[in-house]
């Protein structure tokens, strides 16, 4: 039951949302009630009850067998009305009635003036609240639901960011998802070799992260590309959140090397998601990148670079941003590479957004000037689990992708954290 919108109006603006409320009404499976209440055509007179609407009501869930009742918004059924006592008492009969119904019923309302509601008794005849509220910080728009009671049910009390889009709403928790996951023992190469006989000789743990760190220039998005190519050619899907190139751009950069992206993208096994950091918040860049993840299923997702968030975040919320998601790709035994750029040349240096103890393996990238020229070098600082090479391996990049060169196998030790 629509007080504010015409089926007209409303029909169009849920298709956005992906539904096809035209097919569900010529199924049956839905009724559209218009009720229209305008105030010029109000006249108040004697006792005031809301009998007629319980009659109407009725006869629409009798009509189509309605489970759930929808009334939206409860506000402009009282519009012309001003007495409060009124109000209450026939705003608890509505919510007793609907009770009575066996329906669960939904009902919006607008925020009032120091209560949650503009008559400041709906919260409290409910049996569940839901707030939701839209915010601006530092220019970025954000929208949060929060659960202010839910009778007879353990419910989360923080605010959860949300996305409204071509799917419906996306909501997706602050906290994190815990530590219950289980930890495969198959292993997933990362395109080269040498990279993977430095890693015990397969590669990195499926379902674990991955950190590619080191300056400008020293190669980082060229190692995921070898990662990105070798996931598809096992015939598993990868999804890559770019933050500072198109796709066009990265996989033109590629091809320079020798690495051919594009079949991968055109068969479906490779999907790109490109966003400047700026165009949302962090908690919206979640909901975003957890909702492209439940639409592909990858089986790898890398992350290029994550220190692009910084410029929406402080690196406290940036860092627990990406544990959150970090989690989430653990406990569906994806695998995820993350890249980020460090300042100096420095030997070990945690990154800007301090998730280095949250990697399961970190692959630092050098590169040093020596007699005039540049040499890149590449170490494995930790690799959890698994005895790994602790030598610093020259690489060079060519145009038949990283060449990296193993010294002795004698320098390799085992190392585990």
Not at 20 to 41: F, G, P, T, W, Y
Not at 142 to 161: A, C, D, F, M
Not at 306 to 319: E, F, I, Q, Y
């Amino acid at each position: 039951m629509t007080f504010e919108e015409s089926l007209e109006d409303l029909t169009a603006d849920v298709a956005s949302l992906g539904f096809d409320l035209a097919a569900l009404i010529a199924q049956r499976k839905i009724i559209i009630d218009d009720v229209r209440v305008n105030r010029h055509e109000i006249e108040e007179t004697g006792e005031y009850d809301l009998e007629g609407l319980f009659i109407r009501l009725d006869h629409a869930i009798k009509s189509v067998r309605a489970k759930r009742v929808v009334l939206d918004t409860i506000e402009a059924l009282f519009a012309g009305f001003s007495n409060p006592g009124i109000l209450r008492m026939e705003l608890a009969r509505l919510f007793r009635w609907l009770k009575d119904k066996g329906v669960t019923a939904v009902i919006t309302g607008e925020r009032g003036e120091g209560t949650l509601t503009r008559h400041g008794l709906e919260e409290y005849v409910s049996d569940a609240v839901i707030v939701l509220d839209h915010r601006v910080d530092n220019q970025v728009s954000t929208r949060r639901l929060r659960i202010v009671k839910y009778r007879g049910s353990s419910h989360g009390t923080n605010e959860y960011p949300f996305l409204i889009g071509r799917s419906g709403l996306s909501v997706l928790p602050i906290t994190s998802l815990g530590l219950q996951h289980e930890a495969p023992l198959d292993r997933v190469s990362t395109g080269l070799n040498a990279l993977d006989a430095m890693l015990g000789g397969k590669g990195f743990y499926r379902g674990s992260s991955i950190l590619l760190s080191g300056g400008a220039g020293t190669g980082k998005s060229s190692l995921a590309a070898h990662f990105v190519d070798a996931t598809c050619r096992r015939g598993e899907r990868c999804l890559y959140f770019l933050f500072e190139e198109s796709p066009s751009q990265y996989m033109r950069n590629m091809r320079s090397i020798g690495i051919h992206l594009e079949a991968w993208m055109k068969d479906g096994r490779l999907h790109f998601h490109a966003a400047r950091p700026a165009l949302f918040g962090l908690e919206q860049h979640l909901v975003a990148m957890h909702r492209e993840i439940e639409e592909l299923r990858p089986s790898v997702v890398v992350v290029d670079p994550v220190n692009d968030l910084m410029s929406v975040g402080t690196a406290n919320s940036v860092k627990a941003t990406l544990l959150r998601l970090i989690d989430y790709l653990k406990t569906s035994h994806i695998t995820a590479l993350f890249s980020s750029l460090t300042a100096g040349d420095a030997h070990e240096q945690t990154t800007d957004t301090g998730i280095s103890s949250l990697m399961d393996t970190w692959i630092l990238l050098r590169a040093v000037e020596e007699k005039g020229q540049r040499h890149r070098g590449l170490y494995v600082l930790k690799s959890r689990g698994m005895p790994h090479s602790n030598e610093l391996s020259p690489y060079s990049i060519t145009d038949c992708g990283v060449q990296l060169v193993r010294r002795s196998p004698r320098t390799a030790k085992r190392r585990t954290r």
